[in-house]
């Protein structure tokens, strides 16, 4: 029996569709722009000035025009994924929604294919159809890599800043808790004592033994802790006031 070694047969290079790419650097990257800018479902775009809607789009279109030379480059896709996650931080501080985000990527993929790769076949006859879809698988796979990278680095930013909301909103919900405890235990203590003094100083009103003398001093003790009452009153809203500001 005869065994057959299958070897995985290495993906084409198309040095020329690369080549031809990065020749056109300012033509593809303003393509990509107005084709972003103009997408009435990207309308945080509308704030932003031409530089800051590059942002990584010119290192994304080194990346895929050296990975038309070089599929398996694996140190380019490294450098792709970074600077996809970069663009997903960037977007995600220019306010971008997660939509806008994806919905960028798969414009500017679409830009790409249906103007410059179309573009290039057309002036380029030897490049045929078995040429064009392996240059089209690349690029779509390029693209949705990016895609991929800039969606979880968008979400992992979403998620830090929800998470330093969260502990902001628990500390700050620690501190309004410390803040009514000390308030009712302030309260309290204070609060507390008068009760059963006014009772006390009533009761001995009451009673028939007492002197006119003692009366007397017994009314000037209720006129006091009224205005201790009062005193009591005016520091705990000051207190309240002072912590709740």
């Known amino acids: 029996m005869v065994r057959r070694s299958q070897k995985k047969s290495a993906a084409p290079s198309f040095v020329g569709?690369?080549?031809?790419?990065l020749s056109q650097r300012e033509e593809i990257l303003q393509s990509w722009i107005a084709v972003v800018d103009r997408d009435p479902q990207i309308s945080t775009s509308d704030t932003l000035t031409y530089q800051q809607l590059l942002d990584h789009l010119p290192e994304l279109w080194t990346e895929l025009a050296a990975?038309?030379?070089?599929p398996h480059a694996e140190s380019i896709k490294k450098q792709a994924r970074h600077d996809a996650k970069a663009h997903g931080w960037k977007?995600?501080?220019q306010g971008y929604?997660?939509?806008e985000l994806i919905r960028e990527i798969c414009l500017v993929r679409r830009d790409f294919i249906d103007i410059w790769l179309s573009a290039f076949a057309a002036a380029h006859p030897g490049f045929d159809i078995n040429a064009q879809n392996g240059a089209r698988r690349v690029v779509e796979g390029f693209f949705d890599n990016v895609i991929v990278e800039a969606t979880v680095q968008f979400v992992e930013e979403h998620q830090e800043t929800?998470?330093?909301v969260n502990a902001a909103l628990r500390a700050e919900n620690k501190r309004a808790a410390a803040k009514a405890e000390f308030i009712q235990l302030a309260?309290?203590?204070?609060?507390e004592p008068l009760g059963p003094l006014f009772f006390a100083l009533e009761d001995?009103?009451?009673e028939e033994l007492l002197s006119p003398r003692g009366v007397e001093t017994i009314q000037v003790l209720q006129r006091n802790l009224k205005e201790e009452a009062r005193a009591v009153e005016d520091l705990l809203t000051f207190v309240e006031t002072l912590l709740n500001g």
């Open 97 to 99: 929604r997660l939509d």
């Open 162 to 164: 929800a998470r330093q």
């Open 17 to 21: 569709f690369g080549d031809f790419v």
């Open 91 to 93: 977007r995600w501080r």
């Open 67 to 70: 990975l038309l030379k070089q």
């Open 204 to 206: 001995l009103l009451q």
């Open 187 to 191: 309260s309290h203590r204070l609060r």
